[in-house]
T-cell receptor, first 114, second 115 residues
Framework: AQSVSQHNHHVILSEAASLELGCNYSYGGTVNLFWYVQYPGQHLQLLLKYFSGDPLVKGIKGFEAEFIKSKFSFNLRKPSVQWSDTAEYFCAVENAGNNRKLIWGLGTSLAVNP | EPEVTQTPSHQVTQMGQEVILRCVPISNHLYFYWYRQILGQKVEFLVSFYNNEISEKSEIFDDQFSVERPDGSNFTLKIRSTKLEDSAMYFC?????????????FGPGTRLTVL
């Protein structure tokens, strides 16, 4: 069965610290990979996505993620976090077929202290 | 910017009652989804809907659940006889079209509390 694991459930950082959130998935076929973010009181919104091509993808607000196929990983990074990055971060994977339902990780709650 | 909307934001109901959760997807989108998140657990896929029919459903989506697109704009999730374990945040999502490099757009969610 497909599954997604996020290694860090709660992360607390100070502003300007670097961030890396781990995400691993299990699925044998072709996948599309996503990071969604949910700021307090707001919708889930797309941070970045990978479909094919350059495995290093850049998203909004200075975030990037690297797809390492051999490790089934799609880790999220940001060199210097800000207080406004405080949010819940979700890694999600979809099969590249027609229905493309999303399989989700548990989420990581990030708190950035000013 | 167009967005997915959901109503109500919070629904409280008694066990055994029927509830209907409403979603208005983005207007030119063709694929629709419902997901739910029980407190402290992962977001789970419930059902996908395309061309006025269910295209895939999960094991969670049993006979108590149904979806409908009654008027070309709304997309509803009905739970016929709610159980305590149906308490969760329910998210609706929509996607532009199949087979292209696009993502799902999510609504703000409806928090369902079953007492």
């Amino acid at each position: 069965a497909q599954s997604v694991s996020q290694h860090n459930h709660h992360v607390i950082l100070s502003e300007a610290a670097s961030l890396e959130l781990g995400c691993n998935y299990s699925y044998g076929g072709t996948v599309n990979l996503f990071w969604y973010v949910q700021y307090p009181g707001q919708h889930l919104q797309l941070l970045l996505k990978y479909f094919s091509g350059d495995p290093l993808v850049k998203g909004i607000k200075g975030f990037e993620a690297e797809f390492i196929k051999s490790k089934f990983s799609f880790n999220l990074r940001k060199p210097s976090v800000q207080w406004s990055d405080t949010a819940e971060y979700f890694c999600a994977v979809e099969n590249a077929g027609n229905n493309r339902k999303l399989i989700w990780g548990l989420g990581t709650s990030l708190a950035v202290n000013p | 910017e167009p967005e997915v909307t959901q109503t109500p934001s919070h629904q409280v109901t008694q066990m055994g009652q029927e509830v209907i959760l409403r979603c208005v997807p983005i207007s030119n989108h063709l694929y629709f989804y419902w997901y739910r998140q029980i407190l402290g657990q992962k977001v789970e896929f419930l059902v996908s809907f395309y061309n006025n029919e269910i295209s895939e459903k999960s094991e969670i989506f049993d006979d108590q659940f149904s979806v409908e697109r009654p008027d070309g704009s709304n997309f509803t999730l009905k739970i016929r006889s709610t159980k305590l374990e149906d308490s969760a945040m329910y998210f609706c999502a929509s996607r532009e079209q199949r087979g292209t490099l696009n993502e799902q757009f999510f609504g703000p969610g409806t928090r369902l509390t079953v007492l």
